[in-house]
């Protein structure tokens, strides 16, 4: 019976089998055998030897079922691994795991599961700037009101909140190529990382250990490989999610009744709420939102996953068994959430021009202000003289910019040509130019990466 959700609503299937108990022993065994034929390189072990266990290190020949009866008897996962492998390898068995120690298998297996669910996580993040490259393009020049505080300031374009997404999204994809360096690394030191276990020829059979599963050495190790890399693993997912957190933020707000500007799409048979029927409730967006919320939370436990008692503690491992695959799996579920709410945003143009103009023009009072500094009036003086037109066209509740027509002080500056000129669509500064540059930028490194 599953549990979590993540076995049953959240995560793609695909994530789901990497991280699944019979890919996970696949991936213990795969180590074993490569640390046999290592051995076997190097002449510890006969090559007969090596090539059994290569063979029966799968989990055709080693059962899952038959690993957990061992580890009932035992209370020890890695031993159990290395007792049913050695079962079905027959004379050759005495040769499984000569040297290592539990982590030695569990750290490696796990940077194989971190490397195939990178590999996804980094499909998807490219999924998402493909989405929001062309978002940016479509609407660099769709005109709308910007917010600060909450409070309508001065306008922008969705354009530049699409680009801004994706820049960040090209920022994930960059600290992903960094990260691989760092993490994807695996250990043969044996129990306290001097490598004692596996005599003079250590640093060889860890060589090629790693070469033969595509991973590197770490450079230096006590019982684990260090576990700052794993929190800097975990602060890299949860920093993905915030940015997905930021979109799917941006598009619930959005989608509010009073400002409706975009919606996430809404199925056709789709229902809102069990008691109101007319609801058309932003429930990707907030499922991103609030799955976000736990990959944050997960960011303490790797931090504190890295302070041990000497050369490691079991404290550590417990932890690891959680917070690994149901971050990743969260983020898979968010990232493919997002892409398909941003592959069919709705519009409303009506509204996004509605809302430019619902403060009366009152987002003017800056270009205004400026203009009039421009052409000789003082900056301080310009900005006290519009902040009261301003507050005397809110008080009125009047067209802000028929108010200014009214004051002296602005016509001793301004031209009927000025006046004309202060619509909210010529104040949108170089947004189309900085949306190409963007877009170009991200571009050139879509190149790149092609190479």
Known sequence: MAVHPIDYRYGSEEMRRIWDEEN??????????????????IGNIPEESARVISERANTKWVKLDRVKEIEAEIHHDIMAVVIALSEVCGEHGKYVHLGATSNDIIDTANALLI???????????????????KLAGEHKYTVCIGRTHGQHAVPTTYGMKFALWLDEVQRHLERLEEIKKRILVGKMRGAVGTAASFGEKALEIEKLVMEDLGLRPSLITNQL???????????????VAS???????????LQRTEILEVSEPFGEKQVGSSTMPHKRNPIRTEKVCGLARILYSNVIPALLN??????????????????????????????????KVLARLEFFPENIERNLYLTRNLIMAEPLMLKLAKKGMGRQ????LVRGLAMKAF??????LEVVRESEDVRKFFSEEDFE????????????????NVIAYIGEKERKEGL
């Open 24 to 41: 996970k022993l696949q991936k213990l065994l795969d180590v074993e055998a490569a640390l046999a034929r290592a051995h076997a390189r």
């Open 115 to 133: 490397k195939d669910s990178l590999k996804l996580i980094e499909r998807y993040l490219k999924e998402l700037r493909d989405v929001l490259i």
């Open 225 to 239: 490989v260090p576990r700052d890399l794993y929190a800097e693993l975990i602060m890299f997912l949860a920093l």
């Open 243 to 253: 940015t997905l957190d930021k979109i799917g933020l941006e598009i619930r707000n």
């Open 306 to 339: 890295n302070p041990l008692w000497h050369e490691r503690d079991l404290t550590n491992s417990s932890v690891e068994r959680v917070i690994l695959p149901e971050s990743f799996l969260l983020l898979d579920e968010m990232l493919r959430v997002t892409i």
């Open 381 to 384: 003086e310009a900005h006290e």
């Open 395 to 400: 008080s009125e509740g009047r067209d802000f």
């Open 421 to 436: 000129d202060l619509k909210p669509e010529n104040y949108i500064g170089l947004a189309p130019q900085i949306v190409d």
